[in-house]
């Protein structure tokens, strides 16, 4: 089947996609974007998380077909051309990127919340953050790239 979508901002076409074929494989493998991650392939870490219609999915269990006509953005499109968004930024100057494979998906739940919340308290952005592992860091210095964004 022939899947048409919007990927961040940009109309997309793939071919000969699959029924069974995740989203996130699409955006990987047939469309060239590799930010968000494939891992758990369960929907348990949020590695593969991405904006569906604005609203963040686990892509892994999002079937491409289900994104015909859709608008998807990766963590590839929060950034304007070469300038990061104020997330990915504060990721980087915290020191919240340790081998990068949690990364995407945490940046796109922090940037859901603080679209949400603009000054959301621990509690919520712990809320927030829970559905993505990472293995790397204790998790503070994530807490402080989302509270740097946040004041």
């Known amino acids: 089947m022939r899947v048409n979508v919007t990927v961040n901002g940009?109309?997309?076409e793939?071919?000969?996609v699959w029924e069974g074929e995740s989203l996130l494989y699409l955006l990987r493998?047939?469309?060239g974007l590799p930010g968000?991650?494939?891992?758990?392939?369960?929907g348990e870490c949020g590695s593969c998380t991405v904006y569906l219609d604005g609203t963040p999915v686990c892509s892994c269990l999002v079937a491409a077909g289900q994104a015909e006509g859709r608008e998807v953005v990766t963590v590839e499109g929060l950034?304007?051309?070469d300038r990061l968004d104020p997330v990915q930024q504060s990721f980087v100057d915290a020191g919240a990127v340790q081998c990068g494979f949690c990364t995407?998906?945490?940046v796109i739940a922090a940037h859901?919340?603080?679209a949400r919340v603009p000054r959301p308290g621990d509690e919520e952005i712990r809320e927030a953050l829970a559905g993505n592992l990472c293995r790397c860091t204790g998790y503070e210095k994530i807490l402080d790239a989302v509270r740097a964004v946040a004041r």
Do not use: I, T, V
């Not at 968000?36 to 369960?42: G, I, R, V, W, Y």
């Open 79 to 81: 950034a304007e051309g």
């Open 112 to 114: 859901d919340l603080l």
């Open 36 to 42: 968000s991650k494939n891992a758990c392939e369960q």
């Open 104 to 106: 995407p998906g945490l």
């Open 14 to 16: 793939a071919d000969d």
């Open 29 to 31: 493998e047939r469309l």
């Open 10 to 12: 940009e109309r997309r």
